[in-house]
């Protein structure tokens, strides 16, 4: 047969669909030693191994079987499938808000590459239109594509583009900006923007996905669709991260850039809001405001773009048995601040001390955080803490370490006089500090015991 019916394949995996004569794209029956598998065989990856053979079945999942469990493959249709996403005219309709795409590489509309196993995403007004044309019904949009990273690839040099044209689209009258983002580093370009980009008259909504579009679960589109109805008809002017609010796709939820924390790796519903509550709920029909306080759109365009960064700022996540010499070795590489995340109120051992004073007396800028990620750092409540002030180290309240970290580096890209960067980092520029934390705002479910089954029985997750 023609290479082409073999797609990525080879080796055994190749032997195998010839010895059966199946190709991909074929439509086929495998019977394995765990069972019968029903479906179309898929290209296979270039960089994967030969010991599997793809298989996308019925429920749209895609399914790798092991060709040692392998008894037959009986082709039984073929039809090359066009996973090209189809591009339409984007319509424009007077009356609804102007909302601006701005792209970094995520993939919150995409089709997979079956040849490289990528995901190629969908970026265009008209490709967008194409795979999610209820758009179309909720603004007007354009787009820019601003760079193509994995999130754990954004920083510094991002973040600052990233204002830089959130200011330019502001200034030319845009309604709402959305930004496409990777999920993995959200919170934290969501931090940077709070920073950078104040005084905000529209709002800055980051979306992502946790799952690719070729997944029947995927969460791309209603995330999608949340996040330009948040731009354009929201009246939060605010940097926000738009996202599942339950694992179902009954509403999102808007989060404050400086109070979100992606929680887990895999669920929809990754995103929450952090030692208070979330914004807003979001549906396809409605905004529902939850805080009652925020900031609010405007007409005018009086946005204050403060585009800086330090890369020399670093966060030091302390364990049991730390040696001081992690410490000494930041400050010999030049780093001229440092985020401590502490265990308990905000401690590290007396190990540390001699290296934080060190730090201290080289101008290192010292600041503690907490591993507990509700609460707020006590550092007069026992002497350990009390010494670490001493010697230098400044309790940051509730600000999340990430938070911290970001804002270290944008204040040290101002300014390096201990004074001002205290005062700075303490005066909070969007709740990143907040004077106490709501009585829902800490909520850990344990499941197992009577009255939380019983409360699970009554809710979604």
Same mark, same amino acid.
């Given at each position: 047969?023609?290479?082409?019916?073999?797609?990525?394949?080879?080796?055994?995996?190749?032997?195998?669909?010839?010895?059966?004569?199946?190709? &991909?794209?074929?439509?086929?029956?495998?019977?394995?030693?765990?069972?019968?598998?029903?479906?179309?065989?898929?290209? /296979?990856?270039?960089?994967?191994?030969?010991?599997?053979?793809?298989?996308?079945?019925?429920?749209?999942?895609? &399914?790798?079987?092991?060709?040692? #469990?392998?008894?037959?493959?009986?082709?039984?249709?073929?039809?090359?499938?066009?996973?090209?996403?189809?591009?339409?005219?984007?319509?424009? !309709?007077?009356?609804?808000?102007?909302?601006?795409?701005?792209?970094?590489?995520? @993939?919150? *509309?995409?089709?997979?590459?079956?040849?490289?196993?990528?995901?190629?995403?969908?970026?265009?007004?008209?490709?967008?239109?194409?795979?999610?044309?209820?758009?179309?019904?909720?603004?007007?949009?354009?787009?820019?594509?601003?760079?193509?990273?994995?999130?754990?690839?954004?920083?510094?040099?991002?973040?600052?583009?990233?204002?830089?044209?959130?200011?330019?689209?502001?200034?030319?009258?845009?309604?709402?900006?959305?930004?496409?983002?990777? %999920?993995?580093?959200? $919170?934290?370009?969501?931090?940077?923007? !709070?920073?950078?980009?104040?005084?905000?008259?529209? =709002?800055?909504?980051?979306?992502?996905? +946790?799952?690719?579009?070729?997944?029947?679960?995927?969460?791309?589109?209603?995330?999608?669709?949340?996040?330009?109805? *948040?731009?354009?008809?929201?009246?939060?002017?605010?940097?926000?991260?738009?996202?599942?609010?339950?694992?179902?796709?009954?509403?999102?939820?808007?989060?404050?850039?400086?109070? &979100?924390?992606?929680?887990?790796?895999?669920?929809?519903?990754?995103?929450?809001?952090?030692?208070?509550?979330?914004?807003?709920?979001?549906?396809?029909?409605?905004?529902?405001?939850?805080?009652?306080?925020?900031?609010?759109? /405007?007409?005018?365009?009086?946005?204050?773009?403060?585009?800086?960064?330090?890369?020399?700022?670093?966060?030091?996540?302390?364990?049991?048995?730390?040696?001081?010499?992690?410490?000494?070795?930041?400050?010999?590489?030049?780093?001229?601040?440092?985020?401590?995340?502490?265990?308990?109120?905000?401690?590290?051992?007396?190990?540390?001390?001699?290296?934080?004073?060190?730090?201290?007396?080289?101008?290192?800028?010292?600041?503690?955080?907490? $591993? !507990?990620?509700?609460?707020?750092?006590?550092?007069?409540?026992?002497? #350990?803490?009390?010494?670490?002030?001493?010697?230098?180290?400044? =309790?940051?309240?509730?600000?999340?370490?990430?938070?911290?970290?970001?804002?270290?580096?944008?204040?040290?890209? $101002? @300014?390096?006089?201990?004074?001002?960067?205290?005062?700075?980092?303490? %005066?909070?520029?969007?709740?990143?500090? %907040?004077? /106490?934390?709501?009585?829902?705002?800490?909520?850990?479910? +344990?499941?197992?015991?009577?009255?939380?089954?019983?409360?699970?029985?009554?809710?979604?997750?």
């Amino acid at each position: 047969m023609n290479e082409d019916f073999f797609q990525g394949y080879k080796g055994d995996a190749l032997a195998t669909l010839m010895k059966f004569n199946a190709r &991909v794209w074929g439509q086929a029956d495998i019977e394995t030693t765990r069972g019968k598998f029903v479906g179309t065989i898929l290209p /296979r990856s270039e960089n994967d191994d030969d010991q599997h053979i793809v298989m996308k079945i019925p429920t749209g999942y895609n &399914v790798g079987i092991d060709i040692k #469990t392998v008894n037959s493959i009986t082709e039984t249709g073929y039809k090359k499938a066009n996973y090209k996403i189809p591009e339409k005219q984007f319509p424009v !309709t007077p009356g609804l808000p102007h909302v601006k795409l701005l792209g970094t590489g995520g @993939t919150i *509309a995409s089709r997979l590459d079956y040849r490289t196993g990528a995901v190629i995403p969908a970026f265009s007004p008209g490709e967008l239109y194409g795979a999610v044309p209820e758009l179309a019904d909720i603004c007007n949009l354009d787009t820019e594509k601003l760079f193509a990273v994995f999130s754990e690839n954004m920083g510094p040099k991002q973040y600052i583009a990233l204002a830089k044209a959130i200011g330019k689209e502001i200034e030319n009258g845009i309604d709402g900006i959305v930004i496409g983002h990777g %999920t993995d580093t959200l $919170q934290h370009t969501g931090a940077a923007l !709070t920073f950078m980009c104040q005084n905000l008259p529209v =709002p800055v909504v980051l979306v992502g996905s +946790q799952r690719s579009s070729d997944r029947p679960s995927s969460d791309a589109a209603l995330n999608l669709m949340h996040a330009m109805k *948040a731009a354009g008809q929201s009246d939060i002017a605010e940097v926000m991260v738009c996202m599942f609010g339950p694992t179902s796709d009954e509403y999102g939820l808007l989060h404050k850039g400086t109070r &979100v924390r992606k929680m887990h790796s895999s669920y929809r519903s990754t995103f929450r809001t952090i030692g208070d509550t979330p914004l807003a709920m979001i549906s396809r029909k409605e905004i529902t405001p939850i805080k009652k306080t925020y900031n609010k759109r /405007r007409n005018d365009r009086n946005v204050k773009i403060l585009p800086y960064f330090s890369d020399e700022v670093t966060m030091l996540y302390y364990y049991p048995g730390m040696k001081p010499d992690i410490i000494d070795s930041m400050v010999d590489n030049g780093y001229k601040g440092i985020i401590f995340v502490g265990t308990g109120l905000g401690h590290v051992n007396r190990e540390l001390y001699p290296a934080i004073e060190r730090a201290h007396a080289k101008g290192v800028h010292m600041f503690m955080t907490l $591993q !507990t990620i509700w609460g707020f750092v006590h550092m007069f409540v026992y002497d #350990t803490g009390r010494d670490m002030m001493a010697k230098g180290i400044v =309790p940051l309240g509730n600000m999340l370490p990430e938070v911290a970290w970001i804002k270290l580096s944008w204040v040290l890209g $101002q @300014t390096n006089d201990a004074e001002e960067v205290k005062r700075m980092m303490l %005066t909070p520029v969007n709740d990143e500090i %907040t004077p /106490r934390e709501p009585y829902n705002g800490y909520l850990v479910l +344990q499941g197992g015991v009577p009255e939380v089954e019983s409360f699970i029985r009554k809710v979604h997750k």
